[in-house]
């Protein structure tokens, strides 16, 4: 049974159509990636997933429980978490402020501690500035912060939405490898990009998306040599 | 009397008043902080505070069968206090909570002026309901103790000055202030007031932490409301009145004070309140009473002419 399974959805922003018949799955300990263009609907796949737009048609499993009907917030408690587009951090609170947001879902007070230990191990920069506002955070730190509050809910599934999104390309190589590390613990990660080519290269496999509908799926090996892919989203002729 | 006396007696004044007004304005940023609503029945909670405090101070009484509360033995007299400022903090909170189910959460996804509407419309509502209550005119809010008009300085202290300082002025200064005090310990500290400031400032994001957004947002009127009820009784026994169409004045005071603190801004709130008593006090004293709201709706006009934001900082909703 998959993890996460995405099933037949379709999602409207009034009558914008905008998710036709979007299905996917992820397995345990996949890190799986959804590419496609700007207004293709890949962030909309993602919040439908959440629980912030519900889905007109289909269904959303999470481990075989249907979830599509949940609140948001319910869905965090069943363990998916997501890092918003944009990073979407409290910009008027502190760093640690952001990160106990994380952990709002959470019952289990005595490990927070831990996890607390665990983000700042792969952030060293957010504990030396601890009680710094979000809003004051450069735009990598920023980044760092939103996967580091997502952590803190102790995910089972985290959903990143474009975590390269306005990084310089060191800064891009040092997320894309802490989402490796992250899925290295045991989370199992869906990573939503427009750098194809860096997410292409820690995936297991992908979904291309084009107008709300999916035209490819193959491993991510595959999608590499894969024409229309390397023609679309990898820029190469 | 001395001007400086004079001055001195209109801050104190003022500082009253501006306290009560605090309260309600936090009300007021506490909602516009969260929703992005201008809550218009607000005065009007603040109003029905009143009335419940006042039904609590002569209904307890004719219980024991007397026929005022400064006939109550004088070791009762806190235990009334308490009793009719929590059920003013409750009852005005469960209103305020139930104005936002029925009034305001259906209304979430629609245009902005809807909720806006519906607001005015509660407003409405529940000034009939204090007119149906308590009748049209003024009532009178009957002491409940005839120590509260003492003069501390020349009554307790025995020293001899032009300055009146009542036992009253001390009331509203220990009822309020703690309250105030307890509301920033809330959104700073707990699990619950963080809540409140991350939903504030992005609520889809909060969402995505898993905070309950209905929840939070009902916890926000919940908490305007109990406040709004603190300052109906501190009102009533401070002015010594009650009437159905305080939550007019009283709201566009605390309306004006909030927007000058930066709406959503809960310090700016707290800051605003004690300026508008001050400037209200004087425009009292001054001019003349009946010259002070156009005196507050000319402040609220220029602000928002030359300064929207507020004197305190910017009104984004992520002020909290
Ligand atoms: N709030 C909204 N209201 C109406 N239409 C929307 C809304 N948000 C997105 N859309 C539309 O839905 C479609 C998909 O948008 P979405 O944000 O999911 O794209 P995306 O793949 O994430 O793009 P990008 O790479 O630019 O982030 C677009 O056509 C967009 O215009
Ligand atoms: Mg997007």
Known sequence: MATLDVQNVHTYYGNIHALRSVSLTVQDG???????????????????????LQPREGRILLDGQPINRLAAHEIVERGVCQVPEGRRIFSRMTILENLEMGAFARKDRAAIQDDLARVFDLFPRLKERIGQKGGTLSGGEQQMLAIGRAMMAQPKVLLLDEPSMGLAPILVETIFQTVQEINRQGVTVLLVEQNALMALQVADRGYVLETGAIVLDDSAANLRENETVQKAYLGIE | MSWYATAIQILLIGRA????????????TLVYGIIELINF???????????????????????????RASQMPTELIPILLLV????????????????ERLAYRPLRRAPRLAPLISAIGVSFILVNIGLHWKGASPVDFPNMHPSVSLDIFRDVLGINTQIFFTVKDLLVMLLAVPLMLALNLFVTRTRLGKAMRA??????????MGININQTIALTFLLGGALAGAAGLISGMYNNSAWFFQGFRGGLMAFTAAVLGGIGNIYG??????????VAATSDFLLDPRWTQAVVF?????????????LLGESTPERA
């Open chain 2, 269 to 278: 709130a707290f800051m605003g309140g004690l300026l508008i008593g001050v």
């Open chain 2, 298 to 310: 000319g402040m609220l006009i220029l602000i928002l002419v030359f300064r929207p934001t507020g």
């Open chain 2, 84 to 99: 009719a400022l929590l059920a003013s903090m409750i009852g005005c909170a469960l209103l305020n909570m139930a104005i």
């Open chain 2, 199 to 208: 939903t504030a400032q992005d609520r889809e994001a909060a969402a995505m």
């Open chain 2, 41 to 67: 029945a607000h005065g009007d909670v603040f109003m029905l505070g009143t009335m419940i405090s006042l039904t609590i101070v002569t209904w307890v009484p004719s219980l024991m069968g007397l026929r």
């Open chain 1, 30 to 52: 996949e890190i799986v990636t959804l590419i496609g263009s700007n207004g293709a609907g890949k962030s909309t796949t993602l919040r439908t997933i959440s629980g912030i």
């Open chain 2, 17 to 28: 008043n501006g306290a009560i007004i605090a309260l309600v304005a936090l009300g007021y």
